[in-house]
């Protein structure tokens, strides 16, 4: 079964800085890789996406992740975090049957102004 | 329309009541999904609808009953809830299990 490790559970960055949230996934084959975000009492906003070809995904509000196979890892980043970036971010794969989407535990990020 | 719609937003229930959550898409997909998410906790898989058969129960208890009317409704009857039950309760859609679209959620409080 697959699984996914979100490391960090909690991160704090300065307004203006560049922002790595990371994420170990563990499937047999290639997977279907998944951000969302979420904030305080909403649903889950995808971010981006990456089912196969091009290994770095740009995704909506500046973001961008990074597939790496044989790092098992599929990490999102950003050049320049905005104070509305504060927010739950989870990571999730799917099987390539891709009828059960696995969460990680979700990383909080917390921007300083 | 690229939506996943769920009602109510907020519902508060003793737990002898009987209600129901309700999830409409009109995107065609033929996938839908009920999760659970506990504060400060990652969603989890209750029940997968594929085709409007149910195709997965991840072991969630009978008080917790889905329906799936057609390609576009997805329901959740709730009866006999306990306190622990009080959750965001999530509704998600895809085509061909990519592309998962999630709805708002519905805050489900039972005292």
């Known amino acids: 079964a697959q699984s996914v490790t979100q490391p960090d559970i909690h991160i704090t960055v300065s307004e203006g800085a560049s922002l790595e949230l990371r994420c170990n996934y563990s499937y047999g084959a290639t997977p279907y890789l998944f951000w969302y975000v979420q904030s305080p009492g909403q649903g889950l906003q995808l971010l981006l996406k990456?089912?196969?070809?091009?290994?770095l995904v740009q995704g909506i509000k500046g973001f961008e992740a990074e597939f790496k196979r044989s790092q098992s890892s599929f990490n999102l980043r950003k050049p320049s975090v905005h104070w509305s970036d504060a927010a739950e971010y989870f990571c999730a794969v799917a099987t390539n049957a891709g009828n059960m989407l696995t969460f990680g535990g979700g990383t909080r990020l917390m921007v300083k102004p | 329309d690229t939506e996943v719609t769920q009602t109510p937003k907020h519902l508060v229930m003793g737990m002898t009541n009987k209600k129901s959550l309700k999830c409409e898409q009109h995107m065609g997909h033929r996938a839908m999904y009920w999760y659970k998410q506990k504060a400060k906790k990652p969603p989890e898989l209750m029940f997968v609808?594929?085709?409007?058969?149910?195709?997965i129960n991840e072991s969630v208890p009978s008080r917790f009953s889905p329906e799936c009317p057609n390609s576009s409704l997805l329901n959740l009857h709730l009866h006999a809830l306990q306190p622990e039950d009080s959750a965001l309760y999530l509704c998600?859609?895809?085509?061909?299990?990519?592309?998962?679209?999630f709805g708002s959620g519905t805050r489900l409080t039972v005292v």
């Open positions: 998600a859609s895809s085509q061909t299990g990519i592309g998962y679209t």
């Open positions: 990456y089912f196969s070809g091009d290994t």
């Open positions: 609808y594929s085709y409007e058969k149910l195709s």
